[in-house]
């Protein structure tokens, strides 16, 4: 698994994106 700055603004967005995606 590649090492991704977690506090990342675009990361934080694909997170958010997959939580409402899995939500509905």
């Known amino acids: 698994m590649c ?3 977690i506090r990342s603004p675009l990361f934080m ?3 958010t994106l997959l939580k409402f995606k899995y939500d509905s």
């Open 3 to 5: 090492q991704l700055p």
């Open 13 to 15: 967005e694909f997170l």
